[in-house]
C-alpha cells in the first residue's frame, strides 16, 4: 500500500459527523492489549499554544538523554510528522506496519481517523519502549482518543472559542471539556486562562486533588526582547532560576507557551527522579522542531508562515507582528476554514493589512474565495484573489519589494501548503529581494 492509497483510506474512516465518545476507543485499545496503559509522561490540552508546548517539551526532553515519542496534530504535509520517536518522524512503513496488524480491529470497532492514529501512536510508542511520552490532545479533552493515557505531568494551555459546535459556545463549557484531561493526583501545569474558565478547571483539579502550577503564581517568566531568531526572557519556578533563556520560537506568546512546558518538565523530572542540567535547557530551548508557527522563510523580503486558525492565534500574531515591526502594515496571504470565526479574523486582518492575497486551500472546509472576498470588501484595503494557495502566493511574491512583509495565514491547511510548495518559489523570492 502506498503513501496516497493508505492515507485515502484511512480518511474514509474519519467523518465530520462522528459523534465524539470513549466507548469505542476503549474497545479498541482493550483489543489492542491497551499499550497506552505501558506509557508514561504528558499530556497536552488547550485551544492555541498546546503544539508549541509539546515541541518544547520534546526538545527538553531529548537534551536530557530521554527517550521520547511525541503524537500531535494535524500534519502540515505528510502524515508522518504526527509521529515523532527521538526527535524523527516515523517511517511510513512502520505506521502501515502497525496499521496492517490492527486494520481488523479498527474495522470491528469502526474507529475514526483520528481514533485510527492514536492507537498507532499508543503500539508505536510502546513497541519503540520509550520512557517519555508526549501526547497533544486533538480536540477538546474530556472524550478525546487521547484521553485515555494517563500521564505522569498534565497541561492545559489556553482556552479560547474554538470548535464551538463540537465543544460549546462558551468558554465556560469549552474550560469543562478541556478540564476532562485532568486526572487523579496528577500535577496539572496551567497557562494564560481568563478567570470564568480558570475557576471551572481549578474546581476539576480540586475534586481530583490535582495539585496546580499557575503562571506568575507558581512559576514565573518575564519576555526581555524578541527578535527574527526568537524570543529572550528569564524564567523562575521554585529553586529553579534562569535568567537569559533564549528559545527559538516567535512571538511574545511563545514565552508563556515555552515557560509552561519547563514548569512542566522539571515537575516530570522530580516525578521520575532525574535531574535538570541547566546547561541542557539552554541548548534544548534553541534546538525546538516546530514547523509553521511563526516560522521565518525568508528575511530580504520578510515572509512569515504561521499557524494562527482562529481569533485568539490571530490576535497573537499581530501582537508578535507588532513587537517585531513597530508602525508597519503587512501583505496578508489567507485561506481560512468556513467554520472558524472567518469574518472577526478578517476584519483584525484588514485592520493591519496594506494588501490581501485571498485563496482557498484545499481542506474541505475551506470557505470559499468569494465568502471571504466579501468581508474584505467591506473595508477599505486592496486584495487580490487566486483559486489555491499556491497561485495567491506566486501573485505575492511577485509583488514584493526587499522592504515587504508577507504574512501567510490563516489555517494550518494553509500553512502545510506554503511549506511544501516554498522551497519551488525559492528562486522567484531571491529575485523579488
Known amino acids: 500500500m502506498l503513501y496516497q492509497e493508505f492515507l485515502n483510506h484511512i480518511f474514509q474512516k474519519y467523518s465530520g459527523n462522528v459523534k465524539l465518545e470513549l466507548t469505542r476507543m476503549q474497545n479498541?485499545?482493550?483489543?489492542m492489549g491497551n499499550p497506552q496503559n505501558s506509557l508514561r509522561g504528558l499530556h497536552i490540552a488547550g485551544t492555541n499554544g498546546k503544539g508549541s508546548v509539546c515541541a518544547t517539551l520534546e526538545a527538553l526532553a531529548l537534551a536530557h538523554n530521554l527517550t521520547v515519542g511525541l503524537n500531535t496534530s494535524p500534519h502540515l504535509i505528510n502524515y508522518t510528522e504526527r509521529f515523532r520517536i527521538n526527535g524523527k518522524e516515523l517511517p511510513l512503513e512502520t505506521i502501515l506496519n502497525i496499521y496492517l496488524r490492527y486494520e481488523d480491529l479498527f474495522e470491528k470497532f469502526e474507529a475514526s481517523f483520528f481514533e485510527i492514529t492514536t492507537a498507532i501512536a499508543f503500539q508505536a510508542f510502546k513497541e519503540a519502549n520509550l520512557n517519555t511520552a508526549i501526547m497533544e490532545v486533538g480536540l477538546g479533552g474530556r472524550l478525546?482518543?487521547?484521553?485515555?493515557?494517563?500521564?505522569?505531568?498534565?497541561t492545559i494551555t489556553t482556552i479560547g472559542l474554538d470548535h464551538i459546535k463540537t465543544l460549546g459556545g462558551t468558554l465556560e463549557q469549552i474550560a469543562t471539556?478541556?478540564?476532562?484531561i485532568i486526572k487523579e493526583k496528577v500535577p496539572l501545569v496551567l497557562g494564560e486562562i481568563a478567570e470564568s474558565p480558570l475557576n471551572i478547571i481549578l474546581e476539576k483539579a480540586k475534586q481530583l486533588n490535582a495539585?496546580?502550577?499557575?503562571?506568575?503564581?507558581d512559576y514565573f517568566y518575564q519576555l526581555n526582547n524578541m527578535d527574527l531568531n526568537g524570543i529572550h526572557f528569564n524564567y523562575s519556578f521554585g529553586p529553579y532560576t534562569f535568567q537569559n533563556l533564549n528559545a527559538n520560537l516567535i512571538g511574545e506568546h511563545q514565552a508563556t507557551n515555552v515557560a509552561q512546558a519547563l514548569t512542566a518538565f522539571i515537575l516530570y523530572s522530580e516525578k521520575r527522579?532525574?535531574?535538570i542540567s541547566p546547561t541542557k535547557i539552554h541548548s534544548a530551548l534553541q534546538n525546538i522542531h516546530w514547523q509553521g508557527r511563526m516560522q521565518v522563510l525568508d528575511t530580504s523580503p520578510v515572509i512569515i508562515t504561521d499557524g494562527a486558525?482562529?481569533?485568539?492565534g490571530v490576535q497573537a500574531l499581530l501582537n508578535s507582528l507588532h513587537k517585531l515591526f513597530p508602525d508597519r502594515r503587512f501583505r496578508f496571504l489567507v485561506s481560512i476554514l468556513a467554520d472558524k470565526n472567518y469574518k472577526e479574523m478578517l476584519a483584525m486582518i484588514c485592520a493591519n493589512a496594506e494588501?490581501?492575497?485571498?485563496?482557498?486551500?484545499?481542506?474541505?472546509?475551506?470557505?470559499?474565495?468569494?465568502?471571504?472576498?466579501?468581508e474584505v470588501s467591506k473595508y477599505k484595503?486592496?486584495?487580490e484573489t487566486a483559486p489555491t494557495v499556491q497561485e495567491a502566493f506566486i501573485k505575492a511574491i511577485n509583488e514584493l519589494s526587499k522592504d515587504d512583509i508577507l504574512i501567510c495565514c490563516g489555517s494550518l491547511y494553509t500553512v502545510g501548503e506554503v511549506l511544501n510548495y516554498y522551497p519551488l518559489t525559492d528562486k522567484l523570492i531571491k529575485q523579488a529581494g
Open 177 to 180: 471539556e478541556k478540564a476532562g
Open 144 to 154: 478525546d482518543a487521547t484521553n485515555l493515557f494517563t500521564p505522569d505531568i498534565a
Open 211 to 217: 495539585p496546580v502550577y499557575l503562571p506568575q503564581k
Open 309 to 312: 486558525h482562529n481569533v485568539q
Open 381 to 383: 484595503v486592496p486584495f
Open 273 to 275: 527522579g532525574f535531574p
Open 28 to 31: 479498541l485499545l482493550e483489543a
Open 355 to 374: 494588501k490581501i492575497y485571498i485563496a482557498k486551500n484545499e481542506s474541505d472546509r475551506a470557505a470559499s474565495v468569494e465568502m471571504q472576498s466579501a
